[in-house]
């Protein structure tokens, strides 16, 4: 009986309505430019840390994001086509030594301190200058856009806090395909 | 063979189920463990878990639910099945709520355990002392950094670089630069000659620098190795700076990692707290959950198993009460349940075999007593039977051909219950029934009475039953309708007594008639007148008797003689009529006649059907005289599934007496003054030789009346 009392609960939470006023990722400034024939994307991604994850990151947790840009060709009747795709997966983490945060690119392991969480949260949003594709690749007849998606690694938290964080809004910390057109 | 079938995959998945679930635990509780690869796979297996969890209740569910419908419906074996589950949830259920219980109190109060105020403290005072002791090792760095700038002062940018290489020596720096305002390295010197490029300091950095003139921190970017970087603002003409890198012993960066990452750890699991004890008793729920669903399933299924003899044997028991003996239940295990199975098996096969013993016994009986129904039914004598209380319990076709009653149909009713309803045999059934009620020993009767078909005589003979222990169980009456053989008793005597008076008296007679008549002849001359008339009156006489002594004899020789029968058809409906065409000329009498069918053929001697309608008439004529009616009916009848032509002759004369009735066809009978008596008995003679009965019209109150029956064609 009380397994599934308990089972109850942990399912009353997670129907519990997600308020989210304000977006835990938002995607500004996006900018499509074209320099020497290539497609450059420039973004400036803010990062909403709900006071939960916030708490967590001060208590030594570290958080990870799975960045994905692509730009894909808008088809009719089948699915689009991706002609791009690229990934890259962030890390922070705070260093009470130091009472800083490091903010690390996991794929080439580049890290950078931060003496405060905003500069941080701010540094790693940035986008710039990503190279898309050539101008070439593209078929001036069809319609292209490009896409940003923020992922967070609910996964890469410790055991205890996983099946919570699928549960509580307050770990919803990913954001759906944002699309743009790709201007001709 | 079935049983096995069906046992042997419900085992195997047993095993199975237990096996994943087991499995699926043991998977959960290693992903627990912070350093197991499964650890990535903890949510699925967390989902995965649940979800058999949610499947097995899912399961239990549908089997309490069938159970309840079966429990509804009061199917065999239900309740204990029931009872049994019951039992084994309580059992199950009661233990593991106890240690789910406490473990869950442990659980909680020893996570509790791990954090109290003073670790609190203690790991936040080493956090700060490693600071401190980096603070004041930063300070002091800083202080000596600033105590070299002076040593720059006023040289030339190649004695800066030479002077920069002894500072750096001096100062134990692992890296010295020199950078203008704008940023533009001047000179360096590094520790290791292979770096060429010093490190660059970033914007922030230089922001710092520009608010105050030095800068200090731990640079952090080496992962290996912690470093300081002192920045001090060179005042010279123009403004310069001065970036010196010292390297933290190697044993105080371990250290200061060490008591970082055991205050991070700390931190952490005090911040994960709450979400280990969700964690922790979510998976000892869970495996709680699914172990017990998964008995409670198991027992579902053994249980089941166990209780399907009994049910089988319900059900069997049922179908025997019912007098299905032909059960056979299958033996699914060598153990009691199937020894009671087997035993019940033997039972039901022996209650079959006596059943059947029973019924052939009973149609052997039922055969013998068809068979004797059969042979009484087809006795000429009447069989009645009685049981103790006189009440009438079988009875045969005979009976019905005496009495012209179903006496069948009054089974349980005594024969004065019967004498009630047919008044007409009311004295011959008093009789029978005073006769069974009297005697105590076999019985014979004779006993006559006025039927429907004239005067009958009944031969009775009764058997008193008696049982075995010598009490009375009921009576047996055969009785034989004896009337036509004493008829033809009669009619044999008077046949011979005719044929003798014809043979002894008729010869004589001829011989007195003409010795009377010579002697009249011979002495009428010679007499005196009155000798001669008292001759002739003598002789007259004599002739006279002997003419009437001959005309009796003839007729006796008539009765006597067999009707010579020259059968031919002949329809009665135009011979009547020519007969009565002789009478009606000469007699003033009125014929009424009837005749109902037409034709009315019957098969007989003309010759003698002549004379019975002769002697009928003639019969009716004397006894009404000149002035009566004659009634003559003809119709066709039915009796004893054979037809039958009536004839119905009624006068308005004075009639016949009721002790006269059983004997006008006897001869010598007559009411009349007139006649030899002879006339109806040679009727009755010639009918019954035509195969047809003749009877006195007892209902025919008016006069005499008399019914004829001949066989029609």
Redesign the interface.
């Known amino acids: ?4 009392l ?2 109850a609960g ?1 399912f009353a939470v997670s129907v519990r309505p997600v308020h989210a006023q304000i977006p835990r990722i938002e995607i500004k400034d996006v900018l499509i430019n074209r320099q020497d024939g290539h497609y450059q994307l420039s973004a400036n991604i803010v990062y909403n840390l709900s006071s939960k994850a916030r ?2 990151l001060q ?3 570290p958080l990870y994001w799975d960045v994905s840009v692509k730009v894909a060709q808008s088809r009719n009747w089948i699915w689009d086509k991706t002609i791009f795709s690229y990934s890259t997966r962030l890390r922070i983490q ?7 945060y ?1 903010v690390t690119r996991i794929e080439n392991n580049e ?1 950078e ?1 931060y ?1 405060n969480l905003q ?1 941080a949260l701010t540094d790693m949003g940035l986008i710039k200058d990503l190279m898309l594709v050539k101008q070439s690749e593209m078929d001036p007849d069809q319609n292209y856009y490009a896409g940003i998606k923020v992922n967070f690694d ?2 890469a938290l ?7 964080s ?1 549960v509580n809004s307050q770990w919803y910390l990913s954001s759906d395909w944002m699309l743009w057109p790709v201007e001709k | 063979m079935a049983g096995r079938k069906v046992r042997f995959p419900v085992s195997v998945l047993i095993f199975v189920l237990f096996g994943f679930v087991l499995l699926s635990l043991q998977l959960m509780s290693s992903a627990t463990q912070e350093s197991s690869e499964l650890n990535e796979l903890y949510s699925w297996l967390l989902i995965i878990n649940a979800l058999g969890s949610i499947i097995l209740l899912g399961l239990i569910s549908v089997n309490t639910v069938s159970l309840v419908r079966q429990l509804k419906k009061r199917e065999a074996g239900s309740r204990l099945t029931t009872r049994m589950v019951s039992l084994f949830v309580l059992l199950a259920l009661a233990p593991a709520a106890i240690v789910f219980y406490f473990s869950m109190q442990f659980l909680h109060q020893g996570i509790d355990s791990w954090f109290n105020v003073e670790i609190d403290r203690a790991m936040e005072d080493s956090l700060e002392l490693s600071q401190v002791a980096l603070d004041q090792r930063m300070r002091w760095y800083l202080k000596q950094t600033e105590q070299l700038i002076d040593r720059l002062s006023d040289k030339s940018e190649a004695g800066v670089t030479l002077e920069m290489e002894h500072m750096r020596d001096f100062s134990g720096a692992s890296e010295m630069t020199l950078f203008s305002r704008q940023g533009r390295i001047i000179a360096s010197s590094s520790i290791n000659p292979s770096e060429i490029l010093p490190s660059i300091p970033d914007e922030h950095i230089w922001m710092r620098l520009r608010q105050n003139s030095n800068y200090v921190a731990l640079d952090p970017s080496l992962e290996e190795q912690l470093r300081i970087q002192v920045i001090v603002t060179v005042n010279s003409d123009d403004i310069q700076y001065l970036q010196a890198l010292y390297p933290v012993p190697l044993r105080i960066t371990d250290l200061a990692d060490s008591v970082e990452f055991a205050f991070v750890r700390y931190q952490e699991m005090n911040f994960l707290r709450d979400s280990l004890k969700l964690s922790f008793s979510l998976a000892l729920s869970l495996v709680l959950l699914m172990s017990l669903s998964a008995a409670i399933w198991v027992a579902f299924i053994s249980i089941r198993e166990i209780v399907q003899p009994v049910k089988e044997l319900v059900k069997g028991t049922q179908a025997v009460a019912q007098g299905h003996y032909e059960q056979c239940l299958p033996v699914m295990a060598q153990d009691d349940l199937g020894f009671l199975v087997e035993s019940f098996n033997d039972m039901s096969q022996r209650i079959a075999r006596a059943r059947d013993e029973t019924r052939m016994a009973g149609i052997e009986v039922e055969n013998q007593r068809a068979y004797l129904e059969t042979i009484l039914s087809n006795l000429t004598a009447g069989v009645i039977s009685f049981d103790r209380y006189y009440k009438i319990r079988t009875a045969n076709q005979a009976a019905y051909r005496i009495f012209h009653i179903q006496v069948s149909r009054f089974v349980d009713q005594t024969l004065l219950d019967l004498a009630d309803e047919h008044k007409e045999l009311a004295e011959p059934l008093r009789q029978i029934q005073e006769l069974l009620e009297q005697a105590d020993d076999i019985w014979e009767q004779r006993i006559s009475f006025l039927g429907i078909n004239g005067l009958q005589e009944l031969l009775c003979r009764g058997t008193p039953l008696f049982s075995p222990e010598g009490s009375r169980v009921g009576a047996v009456v055969v009785f034989d309708d004896v009337t036509d053989l004493i008829q033809a008793q009669k009619n044999a005597a008077w046949g011979e007594v005719a044929r003798r008076l014809a043979h002894e008296i008729k010869n004589p007679l001829t011989p007195i008639q003409l010795s009377a008549e010579r002697l009249q002849l011979k002495l009428a001359g010679e007499l005196q007148p009155k000798s001669q008339e008292i001759l002739l009156r003598s002789t007259q006489t004599i002739v006279q008797q002997v003419e009437a002594m001959k005309e009796m004899v003839d007729d006796f020789s008539q009765y006597a003689r067999a009707s010579k029968k020259q059968t031919e058809n002949i329809d009665l409906a135009i011979l009547v009529p020519e007969v009565l065409a002789l009478y009606a000329l000469q007699s003033g009498v009125k014929f009424i006649t009837a005749f109902n069918d037409n034709p009315l053929v019957i098969s007989a001697d003309r010759v003698a059907i002549r004379q019975v309608l002769h002697n009928l008439i003639k019969n009716a004529l004397e006894a009404t005289g000149k002035t009566g009616e004659i009634y003559i009916g003809l119709s066709r009848a039915r009796k004893n599934n054979a037809n039958f032509i009536e004839m119905l002759f009624r006068d308005n004369g004075p009639g016949i007496n009721e002790d006269q009735v059983d004997k006008v066809f006897e001869p010598y009978v007559t009411t009349k003054a007139k006649g030899t008596g002879l006339g109806l008995a040679i009727v009755k003679k010639i009918i019954e030789e035509h195969g047809g009965s003749i009877w006195v019209d007892t209902v025919y109150k008016e006069g005499a009346g008399f019914v004829v029956q001949l066989p029609a064609v």
């Open positions: 009986m009380l397994c599934l308990i089972l942990i708490n967590a208590k030594g947790i705070y260093q009470a030594l130091f009472n800083s490091r890290s301190s003496s500069a609910r996964e410790p055991l205890p806090l996983r099946p919570e699928y």
